[in-house]
């Protein structure tokens, strides 16, 4: 859910379609500029009682976390008076609605960089945690808070998703405090490029949810589900989320993409350092000056960028294109995202082979797919075989697509060494959810209080 938001009001106004289009495009990259971003989430809580950090309090709390993060040289960002973020050197950490931790990493070259970074991000979070008694759980979704529970974080525009949710599905709320995932960003270097990766990677993400499925529990008991978060994004708003059919027809571009945002509702408008709850406007009728909460006034390019920022499809699109079908998990697959999708996408054979292996899907196999993985992950069958066997196909175009980019690291170690875990799990079809179960009916005596233990950074 983490996006960039400008102050808003500032600049010429935006007026068609064509200046929309324009700005996804201006993301268009050579080769040697390409980088990897990854993004993750992670649950605070107190080590006494397991308890959700509160914003503030005596004791633990997300803003203590934050304040002392700051000895790692993070400046703080301020929403009236309080932190509510953290930046240093092209990387941010940044609060979900729940408190729920995000680290949103700085563009960087090798998946050797990214996951040198992670380390370093989760050794800083430990060293403050340690402190003031707080640990991080690497989870998809809460595994015993209640959403009554769950504080909400002092950042206006969350209190208006918050409002605006229950009118478009059911789940959104579960969405916004109790789940936690694992993302990256990658570049392409035209349209054509760009809609070739958009199409591979919408395809293959119900792949990517059954192999980092890791939400197995809620309420302090099993949900039914391997990745509930998964789960929960078909209920969310299903205006604003989903595997985009119209990417899969001709003529989809820049601009087709652009239109479809058009018709999203809109959540708000930020002018002066405040958000103006526009939920459930058009941002149609924004360009037209027509949009209720700012009659007469024009959108402007940091106002799309920012409605672009609330677009959740599977994977979305802004002037690069992000990964979002993953649970959040422990540090190695912290690495093993970014590794999956760069073998996939920053190779053109890799590319044109994992088009081969999906091109001939049809939307209604790919919606069943991503409905299927958060129930069943690995063992879920398609047509005459299940996702086990297109996990371990999508794996071995990812290791050439990697081992084609020769990237090493100071003991020769190619970025193949990152798919280790995932290439584990689709030998054997079992999960991380699976082996949580495993454990909670064995060992844990059908308690979810270990998790805090076994799962923690």
């Known amino acids: 859910m983490s996006g960039t938001y400008g102050q808003g009001g500032e600049g010429a106004p935006v007026t068609t379609i ?7 495009a201006t993301g268009c990259k050579p080769r040697e500029a390409w980088r990897i971003g990854t993004e993750h989430e992670k649950f605070g809580f107190t080590l006494e009682g397991h308890h959700p950090l509160p914003y503030e309090s005596d004791g633990p709390s997300v803003r203590k976390m934050l304040e002392g993060l700051t000895r790692f040289g993070w400046e703080e960002v301020l929403e009236n008076g309080k932190p509510i973020a953290l930046k240093r050197d092209g990387a941010s950490v940044s609060l979900e609605p729940g408190g729920q931790f995000e680290l949103s990493g700085a563009p960087l070259e090798t998946l050797h960089q990214t996951c040198a970074e992670v380390n370093g991000h989760l050794k800083e979070v430990k060293a403050v945690a340690d402190e003031i008694g707080a640990g991080f759980l690497g989870l998809g979704f809460s595994p015993k808070w209640s959403l009554e529970e769950t504080p ?5 525009r969350y209190g208006i998703m918050k409002a605006y949710m229950p009118k478009v599905g059911t789940l959104g709320h ?3 405090f109790r789940s936690c995932t694992v993302q990256t960003n990658l570049d392409f ?6 809609v070739k990766k958009l199409r591979v990677s919408l395809a293959l993400q119900p792949i990517a949810t ?3 499925a890791n939400s197995p529990f809620a309420d302090g008991k099993p949900n039914g589900y391997l990745s509930y978060r998964g789960h929960i994004w078909t ?7 989903g595997l985009l059919p119209f990417a899969f027809e001709d003529g989809m571009g820049f601009e087709r993409y652009a239109e479809w945002v058009l018709d999203v509702p809109m959540y708000f408008v930020k002018r002066g350092g405040k958000f103006i709850d526009a939920s459930g406007q058009s941002f149609r009728d924004f360009m037209e000056g027509k949009l209720p909460a700012l009659p007469g006034e024009r959108p402007v390019m940091s106002d799309w960028e920012d409605h672009l920022s ?3 499809p599977e994977v979305r699109l802004k002037t690069f294109l992000e990964m979002r079908g993953a649970d959040g998990g422990p540090w190695n697959r912290l690495c093993a995202l ?3 999708w760069v073998g996939l996408l920053y190779d053109d054979g890799a590319l044109d082979e994992a088009w081969q292996l999906v091109k001939d899907w049809t939307a209604e196999e790919r919606v069943a797919l991503r409905e299927g993985v958060t129930k069943t992950a690995l063992k879920t069958p398609f047509r005459n075989t299940n996702v086990q066997q297109i996990a371990r196909d999508a794996l071995a175009i990812s290791r050439k697509g990697l081992r084609a980019r020769g990237q090493q690291n100071m003991h020769g170690e190619y970025e193949t060494l990152f798919l280790d875990d995932l290439n584990e799990m689709a030998a054997t079809g079992k999960t991380a959810a699976d082996d949580l179960l495993e454990r909670y009916y064995g060992r844990w005596n059908q308690s979810v209080e270990p998790a805090f233990e076994e799962c923690a950074y």
Do not use: C, V, W, Y
């Open 189 to 194: 270097s035209s349209e054509a490029d760009m």
């Open 310 to 312: 609330t677009i959740f």
């Open 338 to 340: 970014p590794a999956f």
């Open 174 to 176: 579960q969405m916004m």
């Open 235 to 241: 209920d969310t708003d299903n205006n604003r989320t």
């Open 210 to 212: 059954a192999l980092f």
């Open 18 to 24: 064509e200046d929309l289009a324009g700005h996804l």
């Open 152 to 156: 909400l974080m002092p950042k206006a």
